[in-house]
Antibody, heavy 122, light 113 residues
Framework: QLQLQQSGPGLVKPSQTLSLTCAIS??????????WGWVRQSPSRGLEWLGR?????????DYALSLKSRITINPDTSKNQFSLQLKSVTPEDTAMYYC????????????WGQGTLVTVSS | DIVMTQSPDSLAVSLGERATINCKSS????????????LAWYQHKPGQPPKALIY???TRESGVPDRFSGSGSGADFTLTISSLQAEDVAVYYC?????????FGQGTKLEIK
């Protein structure tokens, strides 16, 4: 049974970097049959796709254009996990953050992490 | 970006009755080369992550009860719950995965009448 376990701080100060990790069990981050991404939810923005990474002979990365200058998603094959880093956060980045898997050849999220509520506040 | 618009925003249905939620995309999400609509539906309950219900517009995820069905093609889609159960109270979202950025509808809150 595939599981995604999120970890990371729930409180980040403005202008700092939000960092979350998603540990995978039951699949591999370097599987060529899946992609690994992040979605967030806030009252003002609803559900918002942030980006993804996947491996098909090499690593690929797609990011939401609105975040492209601030976001990085990194796979870690040694720990079978992937991470989200969002730089220069503001209170607008306060949201519930989810990691999720999509099956290869599609983009529907079939497995989700448990969610991490991240508040940006001093 | 492809804009996804759901209707209604909220819906109250009696137990055992049919619930219908609509989703419209700002452009077609049908890919003719593989005859698939790149459209998914999710159920979201408080304190839980979203749960995948439907993909390719009409294919149920494993374990999803058959009272849930998806239909539609191109830019107009429908999620139908044939006989509402108490555990179906949730917010439902559609999502297109035709192109990045993947985008979601604003959600439809389903309650018991």
């Amino acid at each position: 049974q595939l599981q995604l376990q999120q970890s990371g701080p729930g409180l980040v100060k403005p202008s700092q970097t939000l960092s979350l990790t998603c540990a995978i069990s039951g699949d591999s981050v370097s599987s060529n049959r899946a992609t690994w991404g992040w979605v967030r939810q806030s009252p003002s923005r609803g559900l918002e796709w942030l980006g993804r990474t996947y491996y098909k002979s090499k690593w690929y990365f797609d990011y939401a254009l609105s975040l492209k200058s601030r976001i990085t998603i990194n796979p870690d094959t040694s720990k079978n996990q992937f991470s989200l880093q969002l730089k220069s956060v503001t209170p607008e980045d306060t949201a519930m953050y989810y990691c999720a898997r999509t099956a290869s050849g599609a983009g529907n999220f079939d497995y989700w992490g448990q969610g991490t509520l991240v508040t940006v506040s001093s | 970006d492809i804009v996804m618009t759901q209707s209604p925003d909220s819906l109250a249905v009696s137990l055992g009755e049919r619930a219908t939620i609509n989703c419209k995309s700002s452009q077609s999400v049908f890919y003719s080369s593989n005859n698939n609509n790149y459209l998914a539906w999710y159920q979201h309950k408080p304190g839980q992550p979203p749960k995948a219900l439907i993909y390719w517009a009409s294919t149920r995820e494993s374990g999803v009860p058959d009272r849930f069905s998806g239909s539609g093609s191109g830019a107009d889609f429908t999620l139908t719950i044939s006989s509402l159960q108490a555990e179906d109270v949730a917010v439902y979202y559609c999502q297109q995965y035709y192109d990045t950025p993947f985008t979601f509808g604003q959600g439809t809150k389903l309650e018991i009448k």
